[in-house]
């Protein structure tokens, strides 16, 4: 199961292995911390999809870079949504051996398990540029069978990236699906980034 730390942020000072299910509800006073849980959680969430939309821009560099890279994109997308803040961590565990966190001394984001990260950027990419490379095989005029083979191909791999994703996150991809709806001041309000 998923879970959160969170320490020094907005209002909440400290919450340690917060488990996240699939479908959590917060309720406490007002200003107590519960939207920013739900964001927080919302965020992290997205994260394996930052990583889908941007396998394209990913796709020629080393996996230590593509990493490197992958983080400035969350850095910037997180600061973007919460601001700068002083003296946080974060850790977002989304398997027990996998987290993401915002460390506290420099305030940028990195995986735990840096082996592991650097193995699955490694994996994901290899599948990537094969699946780019049947892209470039299907501009040549196919015909019949071979069209079909090679759409079939194509299918597989896309599977498989996205099982190689759900394996490192421990869910499946979530493209478009993640809605945080805060209660009280507008029902209808959603975030998006």
């Given at each position: 199961?998923?879970?959160?730390t969170?320490?020094?942020?907005?209002?909440?000072?400290?919450?340690t292995?917060?488990?996240?299910?699939?479908?959590?509800?917060?309720?406490?006073?007002?200003?107590?911390?519960?939207?920013?849980?739900?964001?927080?959680v919302?965020?992290?969430?997205?994260?394996?999809?930052l990583?889908?939309?941007?396998?394209?821009?990913?796709e020629?560099?080393?996996?230590?870079?593509?990493?490197?890279?992958?983080?400035?994109?969350?850095?910037?997308?997180?600061?973007k949504?919460?601001?700068?803040?002083?003296?946080?961590?974060?850790?977002?565990?989304?398997?027990p051996?996998?987290?993401?966190?915002?460390?506290p001394?420099?305030?940028q984001?990195?995986?735990?398990?840096?082996?592991?990260?650097?193995?699955?950027?490694?994996?994901?990419l290899?599948?990537?540029r094969?699946?780019?490379?049947?892209?470039?095989?299907?501009?040549?005029p196919?015909?019949g069978?071979?069209?079909?083979?090679?759409?079939?191909?194509?299918?597989?791999?896309?599977?498989?990236?996205?099982?190689?994703?759900?394996?490192?996150?421990?869910?499946?991809?979530?493209v478009?699906?993640?809605?945080?709806?805060?209660?009280?001041?507008?029902?209808?309000?959603?975030?998006s980034?």
């Open positions: 199961m998923q879970k959160i969170i320490k020094n942020f907005g209002p909440i000072e400290n919450i292995d917060l488990e996240i299910p699939r479908v959590l509800f917060l309720i406490g006073p007002q200003a107590s911390g519960k939207s920013t849980i739900a964001k927080l919302y965020f992290f969430r997205k994260v394996p999809s990583l889908w939309e941007g396998l394209n821009e990913l020629k560099d080393t996996p230590s870079l593509q990493l490197k890279t992958f983080l400035v994109k969350i850095n910037a997308q997180f600061h949504i919460f601001g700068k803040n002083k003296n946080i961590e974060i850790i977002f565990y989304y398997t051996e996998n987290a993401l966190q915002i460390h001394d420099d305030k984001f990195r995986f735990t398990n840096p082996s592991a990260i650097l193995l699955f950027f490694k994996e994901l290899d599948l990537w094969a699946y780019y490379k049947l892209l470039e095989n299907q501009r040549i196919n015909k069978i071979e069209k079909q083979f090679l759409v079939h191909q194509r299918s597989a791999l896309v599977n498989k990236m996205e099982k190689c994703i759900k394996l490192f996150f421990g869910f499946k991809l979530i478009d699906q993640l809605e945080y709806i805060p209660a009280g001041r507008s029902l209808f309000t959603l975030l980034y």
